[in-house]
């Protein structure tokens, strides 16, 4: 591979969506920000330099960083923010990855208008294992726009223990598309030709939205989730989670009507929260001089996509147990057959006490939190990461995660309630070349709440997944160990589990949390501490010299 150079200056930028003007923090006064290119095997090395008021860090999402835990990026894990003036240089290596990742903002809610793609192509000379595209579509980046200023709100819900603002739109691309007032020069447009395949790149960096996707009249051939390669299926809906990417195939007509075929998303939403229900919208555009001038659209039909019901747990459930590995000599799968530590974990919102002097907005004048195994992890003041290195994780963080919830968990009879949620900066410490399973059980206080439950450092077999309590003798005979799906980011089932495996082959300390900021806001979020091996080539490297302070 090759080394390539970017610089990323963190700047302010105004931008107006919505009729609605705003400063954001940007890369480069891009919104969203630029796109990282690569191939498999590549060095990348990112300057980033901080002309904000705000601290930043940035996380590359899905890359493993074997050994480079110091570029990973999550705020007070792996390293301390860059400060306002202050520069860090990420530098990493791109093994054994080609597909779609992409990069956000890692503290706070700054991921809000802070991310961009990355494209990662298979080594030169190295075809892709399905048809040739004709071309690659620009990659599609779903958001949400706020009118408010995004750290306001989550100060605000921080404060008041209650649930934050939603979104004002969402968006592709940074556009809220024509279905939103003020909004209709703000739209995606993809141009096509017809009769062609092409190569379309999806992101779901929305803050708090699971999303299904859907373009009118055409159907998709997932080819790439997470930037692992999977056993081709075809769909006219797509649903992605917060963290989630995935490569699809998009055929275009070789016949067809004079129209303009739109795209469009929305959520899928579980849980009883307040949430937004608009759709954002892009145009698929077949190239005709019919088609070239945006006036023209208004007189010719516009086809809408179908997408499921909001609600629609079976759509979304349906939709993720198609995913599955290739499997093959090539790309085989390397899921662990036997496991040497299995973890429990209860994952979902609880509540916490309000303080004494607070009025709080959460359930019966209590405040939101969100757990695992009800704890709620509580950031330290410096990172985990060097804690670990220097052998000083006195006062940083405690090693007693618990493996399994303090209370038997039950779904049926009296939905869960988990109000007895402490704090603590509590990790799991591994051994190097451990294999570990982890079952993930929704649990609510709020009715059952999907999580897109994300892990850093690594990907991860996803062997099972079910409705209602997660059986320990009978559910591990159905687990797939033979083409189960590889993925760095998977939701845990509204009122359900999903089981993953993994090795533990990579030194450091690895953030793991559910993808919808409100949620790792409130504490759903956990490190796990990943001891060096023996040889030299199975520890952390030493960190850079650039390394921020706190
Ligand atoms: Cu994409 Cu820890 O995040």
Redesign the pocket.
Known sequence: GITRHYKFDIKMQNVTRLCHTKSIVTVNGQFPGPRIVAREGDRLVIKVVNHVQNNITL?W?GIRQLRTGWADG?AYVTQCPIQTGQTYVYNFTITGQRGTLWY?A?ISWLRSTLYGPIIILPKRNVPYPFVKPYKELPPVIFGEWFNADTEAIVNQAIMTGGGPNVSDAYTMNGFPGPHYNCSEKDTLRLKVEPGKTYLLRLINAALNDDLFFSIANHTFTIVDADAVYIKPFKTDTILITP?QTTNVLLTTKSQYPKATYLMEARPYVTGLGTFDNTTTAGFLEYHSPLLSSSNSIKKLQLFRPSLPALNDTIAATNFAKKFRSLANKQFPCNVPKTVQKRFFFTVGLGTQPCAKNQTCQGPNGTRFTAAVNNISFVLPSTALLQAHYFGQSNGVYTTDFPIKPPKQFNYTGNPPNNTMVSTGSKVVVLPFNTTVEVIMQDTSILGAESHPL?L?GYNFYVVGQGFGNYNANTDPQNFNLVDPVERNTVSVPSGGWVAIRFLVDNPGVW?M?C?LEVHTTWGLRMAWVVQDGKLPNQKLLPPPSDLPKC
């Open positions: 996380h999402h999550p956000h890692h963290g994300h850093h953030f949390h993808h």
